[in-house]
Antibody
Framework: EVQLLESGGDLVQPGGSLRLACAAS????????MNWVRQAPGKGLEWVSS??????????YYADSVKGRFTISRDNSDNTLHLQMNSLRAEDSAVYYC????????????????????WGQGTLVTVSS | ENVLTQSPGTLSLSPGERATLSCRTS???????LAWYQQRPGQSPRLLIW???RRATGIPDRFSGSGSGTDFTLTISRLEPEDLAVYYC?????????FGQGTKVEIK
């Protein structure tokens, strides 16, 4: 059974930093592209960042709203996905979900797209003074 | 940027009725890069449909997807109380994901 467990969410001041983690199990983690998707309170879903699997060369992709501030990474040796968030803003406040790419997805160093077939339970990030 | 518009905003139906949810894209996307998700209150999203019409693993056959080009539909053939949720469509053909704003399904 695929399981994704996020951690690291917290209350942080504007301009601060936070590092999220997602522990994956139940599948060959290194084979799959992985993602972060966020949801502000009472709002819809917003894709944040993606990273390809080992065959895709570890390509990374970001939404314009976080480019230059957030960094996605993965450690295939311990099946963990990370999101380093710097220069945080109030509008970054959201539940952050870790999600695995599903069938029909394609993510490599040149292009990245796909649907999300498994999601974690989410971790809450609040940016406020 | 491809904009996805879902309608209606809210759908209120009785158990056993048929629900029809619409997702319209601002640019044609063919017939294979559209997904639907269900998000029940307090839960994470769950993939229902991918490739416009393919049910994800474990999804009941009363959920079906159809459409091509710019118009896509999620149909729930016989509503059950546990179908109370917000449903999102997603286009994933050229980027990891652009979502619609969601349709809320209420059960009378």
């Amino acid at each position: 059974e695929v399981q994704l467990l996020e951690s690291g969410g917290d209350l942080v001041q504007p301009g601060g930093s936070l590092r999220l983690a997602c522990a994956a199990s139940g599948f060959t983690f290194s084979d799959y592209g992985m993602n972060w998707v966020r949801q502000a309170p009472g709002k819809g879903l917003e894709w944040v960042s993606s990273i390809s699997g080992i065959a895709g060369g570890g390509g990374t992709y970001y939404a314009d709203s976080v480019k230059g501030r957030f960094t996605i990474s993965r450690d295939n040796s311990d099946n963990t996905l990370h999101l380093q968030m710097n220069s945080l803003r109030a509008e970054d406040s959201a539940v952050y979900y870790c999600a695995k790419f599903g069938f029909g997805s394609n993510c490599n160093s040149a292009i990245c797209y796909g649907n999300f077939d498994h999601w974690g339970q989410g971790t809450l990030v609040t940016v406020s003074s | 940027e491809n904009v996805l518009t879902q309608s209606p905003g809210t759908l209120s139906l009785s158990p056993g009725e048929r629900a029809t949810l619409s997702c319209r894209t601002s640019q044609s996307i063919g017939s294979s890069s559209l997904a639907w998700y269900q998000q029940r209150p307090g839960q994470s999203p769950r993939l229902l449909i991918w490739g416009a019409s393919r049910r994800a693993t474990g999804i009941p056959d009363r959920f079906s997807g159809s459409g091509s080009g710019t118009d896509f539909t999620l149909t729930i053939s016989r509503l059950e109380p546990e179908d109370l949720a917000v449903y999102y469509c997603q286009h994933y053909g050229s980027s990891p994901g652009t979502f619609g704003q969601g349709t809320k399904v209420e059960i009378k």
